[in-house]
């Protein structure tokens, strides 16, 4: 990649955007594996006594060793970034050339609250990651549930806005749609999981039947999981722009990349 004077690293977009995306899903994964692997039976426990086969996830990323340190590590990678992307999608959406010409500055606050969800939904995810529901159960159900509330709500808020500010048509050769039609997907995924890990959360609990601890777990590995998804959209939506830091200042930004070298760079 041609780089500028004070240009100190440019990346394309796509690539910070899948990498990132792995932090999360290869310790979620790796959290499970370890946890099946090196401490099923207390993993799998259950205040009922009844048969269990997966851990729910606070049991396989928070109460042992490795699995809490794998855990921490690759979400504190994660969560940096996520706030540069937070603006930059906000940036993204008040630059669209087709945004709407009525209610501008409307518009442009719904973009700034849901770049502060996005914010906020990334504060709660570090905050529950950091404090264990081994360390302090109460307050790491009250971050949970502050984090996959306003997690919905920036899905749904993100998505309308991705669609009302003309970037689900700006984008070329349909990629605009496929996102969209992507966001919606993965949104309605990771609302149906939480209502169905909900429920049989309560079920296990009145009724403490054979295996429904694990459907919860299975609930619970897809709200992470859609989540992740829903973000890695973005991947779409920056296609063809950067991520560069300059030298004299520092700082962040993302523009667009010369299409003619990505051009020879296949070739």
Known sequence: M??????VISLPFRYVICGLACLPTSALFLCVLCALLLHYDKATETHCGVDNWLPSVSAAVSTFAPEKYIW?????????????FAVANRNYLVSSPLQPLQNTAIFKTMCNV????????????LLLTAISSVENHELHKICFGIFGASALVYMCLST????YSGRRR????NIGEKSFEYKCLFAGISFLSMILAGY??????MYCETGVYTLFALAEYFIILSNIAFHL???????????TIGASSSSFQYQLLPMHERRNREE
């Open 200 to 205: 049989l959360y309560y079920r296990h609990n």
């Open 72 to 84: 921490r590590v690759l979400l504190g990678l994660h969560g940096g970034p996520r706030f540069i």
């Open 114 to 125: 849901a770049c502060f969800i996005h914010i906020f939904e990334n504060i709660f995810l």
């Open 160 to 163: 309308y806005l991705f669609s």
């Open 233 to 243: 959209t973005l991947y779409y939506d920056f296609q063809g722009k950067s991520l």
């Open 2 to 7: 041609a780089l500028g004077d004070e240009e």
């Open 170 to 173: 700006a984008l070329s050769s």
